[in-house]
Antibody, heavy 121, light 106 residues
Framework: EVQLVQSGAEVKKPGESLKISCKGS????????IGWVRQMPGKGLEWMGI????????RYSPSFQGQVTISADKSISTAYLQWSSLKASDTAMYYC??????????????WGQGTMVTVSS | SYELTQPPSVSVSPGQTARITCSGD??????AYWYQQKSGQAPVLVIY???KRPSGIPERFSGSSSGTMATLTISGAQVEDEADYYC?????????FGGGTKLTVL
């Protein structure tokens, strides 16, 4: 079974750093892009960026460029989303997701369960 | 990155046809996709490449696209179809979601 399993919920203070993870299984991890999607409380879905674990080619939405870092470790089939200094406005559910096809133009059809990040002093 | 515009809400009675629209300047050249998201759950792809239905998605869900507008149609909407629906498309730099439409079936 193809699945993405994300790390657990996090509670952090403003200014702290954080790295959340997304482990893929049941498919060739290096052959598909993995993207990250933000959903702030009560709001819609926002495309943050995407990485190709095969060669680490990474694309960011202009809204998130410079705010987060997306990376992957293909040796353990895991993608990451990282912040160096969290803000209260980073409070959201974060989903990783895999496209149904081999390009990042293909829509996501496999989703992780989501990681809730809460940033509060 | 361009924008996709959806109505904030659509309401129908059970058994009626629900139509949710999505407008975007690039849709004549790019595919539209549709997601269903129920409260507290991850999104589920219900339509891909404008009008194709993934396996396991009921036949009452259909999609179409013409010019700058894509449409998700739910024929004979059921109470369990009540959810948020998002259109999605991509451009050269990445993906973009519409703002979402809350479908109420009551």
């Amino acid at each position: 079974e193809v699945q993405l399993v994300q790390s657990g919920a996090e509670v952090k203070k403003p200014g702290e750093s954080l790295k959340i993870s997304c482990k893929g299984s049941g498919y060739s991890f290096t052959s598909y892009w993995i993207g990250w999607v933000r959903q702030m409380p009560g709001k819609g879905l926002e495309w943050m960026g995407i990485i190709y674990p095969g060669d680490s080619d990474t694309r960011y939405s202009p809204s998130f460029q410079g705010q987060v870092t997306i990376s992957a470790d293909k040796s353990i089939s895991t993608a990451y989303l990282q912040w160096s200094s969290l803000k209260a406005s980073d409070t959201a559910m974060y989903y990783c997701a895999r496209p149904y096809g081999p390009t990042f133009h293909d829509a996501f059809d496999i989703w992780g369960q989501g990681t809730m990040v809460t940033v509060s002093s | 990155s361009y924008e996709l515009t959806q109505p904030p809400s659509v309401s129908v009675s059970p058994g009626q046809t629900a139509r949710i629209t999505c407008s975007g300047d690039a849709l004549p050249k790019k595919y539209a996709y549709w997601y269903q998201q129920k409260s507290g759950q991850a999104p589920v792809l219900v339509i891909y490449e404008d009008s194709k239905r993934p396996s396991g998605i009921p036949e009452r869900f259909s999609g179409s696209s013409s010019g700058t507008m894509a449409t998700l149609t739910i024929s004979g909407a059921q109470v369990e179809d009540e959810a948020d629906y998002y259109c999605y498309s991509t451009d050269s730099s990445g993906g973009v979601f519409g703002g979402g439409t809350k479908l109420t079936v009551l």
